[in-house]
T-cell receptor
Framework: KNEVEQSPQNLTAQEGEFITINCSYS?????LHWLQQHPGGGIVSLFM???GKKKHGRLIATINIQEKHSSLHITASHPRDSAVYIC??????????FGTGTSLTVIP | EAQVTQNPRYLITVTGKKLTVTCSQN?????MSWYRQDPGLGLRQIYY???????DKGDVPEGYKVSRKEKRNFPLILESPSPNQTSLYFC??????????????FGSGTRLTVV
């Protein structure tokens, strides 16, 4: 069993839809990261959060520490949001636990 | 422009021939790390460094070496590459644990093939 599990693995949405990607973790972490990887491979760090909620443009990330669960929401999705979204946990020892990613396709 | 620069972007080499993948950041970040990404396995941490002359092993350090002689540079060294090290490699940096709103800055990746 992976320390970090994401769902769904694959997601197809129509442009404009509200999207949610879920992440659950089973290990102790001090921070939860959301990463975006576009076709072609480059990785962008979207959020790092240790509690509560963060918002950047159309992206919102939340974390519930008691339930060991985080969500990434995309409002008014657009084809340029098509990418793989990766959840990762890190601890104070700088160990990283990566999920295997959610592949999102947004259809015009 | 704030960035992490990896070189080369693509490399094909033969088994046993020593190689170095360079990583440089211009943001005065303390923390740097290396990851490999493989289909079905996702990203895995190889080594990380909290500061100059301080390095630690990640999940998959076997077959790799690193050094941190200067704050800006964190090269990944494969002394004797083998085909199972064929992978996509990423370098990343950050100000340090829990001190960055958006997390980490990643390099563009190095696609290594060992034949």
């Amino acid at each position: 069993k992976n320390e970090v599990e994401q769902s769904p693995q694959n997601l197809t949405a129509q442009e404009g839809e509200f999207i949610t990607i879920n992440c659950s973790y089973s290990v102790g972490i001090s921070a939860l990261h959301w990463l975006q990887q576009h076709p072609g491979g480059g990785i962008v760090s979207l959020f790092m959060l240790s509690s509560g909620k963060k918002k950047h443009g159309r992206l919102i990330a939340t974390i519930n520490i008691q339930e060991k669960h985080s969500s990434l929401h995309i409002t008014a999705s657009h084809p340029r949001d098509s990418a793989v979204y990766i959840c990762a946990g890190s601890n104070t020892g700088n160990q990283f636990y990566f999920g295997t990613g959610t592949s999102l396709t947004v259809i015009p | 422009e704030a960035q992490v620069t990896q070189n080369p972007r693509y490399l094909i080499t033969v088994t046993g021939k020593k190689l170095t993948v360079t990583c440089s950041q211009n943001m005065n970040h303390e923390y740097m790390s290396w990851y490999r990404q493989d289909p079905g396995l996702g990203l895995r941490q190889i080594y990380y460094s909290m500061n100059v002359e301080v390095t630690d092993k990640g999940d998959v350090p076997e077959g790799y070496k690193v050094s941190r002689k200067e704050k800006r540079n964190f090269p990944l060294i494969l002394e004797s590459p083998s085909p199972n090290q064929t992978s996509l490699y990423f370098c990343a940096s950050s100000e340090g644990p829990l001190r960055t709103y958006y997390g980490y800055t990643f390099g563009s990746g190095t696609r290594l093939t060992v034949v």
